[in-house]
């Protein structure tokens, strides 16, 4: 970023409130922020720090219940926080654009994606529809979605979620903003499907000289990204530098905090020797979405107190392996084996206790828990219905529950999920699943939404419910760090098979299969130069190419 370019963006001593009891309470305090054209600033820092009020105040805009109480957000000259309304909707889809973390609870399910597209660059008037359809199109391609002429004219609920994501960014792109805020914009992709997204957003940003704030919790993502780093505590700075000072010689003790975080990783447990019979064996399963096969000969066990995870890119196979064990898909040829018993098809033919045995617990729990309900009630509805508990004993187990999750009952039980924090969600979502007294678990990307100290929390409390509980875990994930801490084997799946698969320690070690060798390699690092040599070692002459490969 050349330091001679225009200042686009200045906040000045930005102080914002949140209501809580009807009273405010100030949540930023005096934060500081300049961004130049074409310069992309990194926000990072633990769930609550601020980084997203931030980000949406760069908008003039604060969430309902929340206030900017003063200081100053100038844009290109203009002070957001004295214009109108009707000054900041021109502004906002045209010259600035957010592109949010959670695709799937962004998107109007009603509306198919191609019309979301074109709504802005339409009624900002920068493109009649069929030239804002077609360069949709275009983005699309770059951002490598599959057929880039078709998807388009889908519904939300018919792409995966990575596809979702992708479709975002490209809406975000589709007026040429002058600052787009990436609000955690890979935080639900595989790690192949990162390195094209992360590469195509670079390739925007200097193409067409577009400034960025990119909010992560991920230090190698914004490492790749960012050309500063500022970082962030409960509303405050802590301190702030280029990307490569950044990495190399951070100040704070909090910031050396961050970078050192993952530090669990628990020892592979082997499978037991004794005849003990896994609990759930998936065994020869295919399945389909109408006429087009989505999985093919996937085989394999897991054994009580064990944790199996099944990686791979979006589409793989992954979740509708899971929606098979559910039985939400039946298997169109195959077994679901539970406890050596072959268990019917459809979740529809199985018994209470069936069901019971069977758990998940959700990747976005802002989209898995009610808003409406609170917590006590969210909890207490699988203990009523499997355990037949009422009164004393229900609200006594919905504590107890509280308690295993390390939530104090009488702060938490009459609270609603939106007065929570992320983590704070994603345990509750673990104590209605173990509310049912299952077995067998499958953990759908449980970590994928949060930051990397609030994660770690949450795999040392799934950890120590499974030492406790004898639980076993099937573990969806696209986080590698997340297969190192927490998995015992692994298996991997590509295009609806399964490629490879055995104990964790063994999988890390080369010879791997093709894929798998991918997948390894496409972790990040916490290295400002990683993408680049990677794109350059994968043949890829730049980084607009990237999308194309």
């Known amino acids: 970023m050349a330091k001679n370019k225009d200042v686009l963006l200045r906040i000045r001593d930005l102080r914002i409130e949140a209501q809580t009891d009807d009273e405010w309470q100030e949540i930023v305090h005096g934060v500081n922020l300049t961004l130049h054209r074409g310069e992309v600033l990194g926000l990072i820092g633990e769930s609550g720090a601020g980084k997203s009020t931030i980000g949406l105040a760069a908008m003039g805009f604060a969430r309902d219940g929340c206030r900017i109480s003063g200081g100053s957000v100038e844009f290109d000259g203009m002070e957001l926080t004295t214009s109108s309304p009707s000054a900041l909707r021109a502004l906002r889809g045209s010259r600035i654009a957010y592109v949010a973390q959670s695709a799937a609870a962004s998107f109007n399910p009603a509306h198919k994606i191609i019309d979301q597209h074109v709504e802005a660059p339409v009624m900002y008037r920068i493109r009649k529809r069929a030239e804002a359809q077609e360069d949709a199109m275009q983005l699309y391609e770059r951002l490598r979605l599959p057929n880039p002429q078709e998807i388009g004219f889908r519904y939300p609920h018919q792409v995966s979620g990575g596809q979702l994501q992708r479709a975002m960014t490209a809406m975000a792109m589709a007026c040429r903003p002058d600052l787009i805020i990436f609000d955690e914009p890979t935080t639900a992709l595989d790690v192949t499907t990162q390195i094209e997204v992360l590469a195509a957003i670079?390739?925007?940003?200097d193409q067409?000289?577009?400034a960025a704030i990119y909010i992560t919790h991920d230090l190698a993502v914004v490492a790749?990204?960012?050309?500063r780093i500022k970082v962030l505590l409960k509303g405050e700075e802590i301190e702030e530098a280029s990307t490569e000072k950044m990495l190399e010689d951070p100040q704070e003790d909090y910031t050396r905090s961050l970078w050192a975080v993952r530090s669990f990783e628990r020892q592979q447990k082997p499978r037991p020797d004794d005849g003990t019979k896994p609990v759930?064996?998936?065994?020869?399963?295919?399945?389909?979405?109408?006429?087009t096969k989505v999985l093919e000969d996937v085989s394999f066990d897991i054994y009580p107190g064990m944790t199996v995870a099944v990686v791979g890119e979006s589409g793989s196979g992954k979740s509708t392996t899971a929606r098979c064990i559910t039985g939400l898909l039946p298997p169109a040829k195959g077994r679901i084996l539970f406890d050596g018993t072959e268990m019917p098809p459809a979740f529809r033919q199985r018994s209470k206790d069936q069901l019971r045995q069977?758990?998940?617990?959700?990747q976005m729990a802002d989209t898995a828990l009610n808003p409406r309900l609170r917590i006590g009630e969210i909890i207490g509805r699988p203990a009523r219905f499997y355990g037949g508990l009422r009164g004393v004993k229900l609200k006594n187990r919905v504590d107890e529950l509280l308690g295993l999750i390390e939530l104090e009952p009488s702060k938490f039980y009459s609270r609603f999920p939106p007065e929570l924090s992320g983590g704070q969600k994603q345990r509750i979502g673990i104590a209605r699943a173990l509310a049912a007294e299952p077995r067998f678990i499958i953990c759908d990307e449980v970590t994928s939404a949060l930051d990397q100290l609030v994660a770690e929390g949450i795999l040392k409390l799934l950890d120590r419910l499974q030492k406790e509980l004898g639980l076993a875990y099937m573990f969806i994930t696209h986080d590698l760090a997340t297969v190192r801490a927490i998995a015992d084997e692994v298996v991997v799946m590509q295009r609806g098979r399964v490629v490879e698969q055995g104990p964790k320690d063994e999988m890390f070690q080369p010879p791997h299969h093709p894929y798998t060798d991918l997948l390894l390699s496409s972790v990040p690092e916490m290295d400002p130069n990683w993408l680049t040599a990677l794109l350059e070692e994968r043949g890829v002459?730049?980084?607009?190419e990237a999308a194309k490969v």
């Open 208 to 210: 067409f000289d577009t």
């Open 224 to 227: 790749q990204m960012a050309d």
């Open 541 to 544: 002459d730049n980084v607009g």
């Open 280 to 291: 759930v064996s998936v065994q020869d399963i295919d399945a389909a979405y109408g006429d």
């Open 202 to 205: 670079r390739d925007i940003v």
């Open 358 to 362: 069977v758990q998940m617990i959700y």
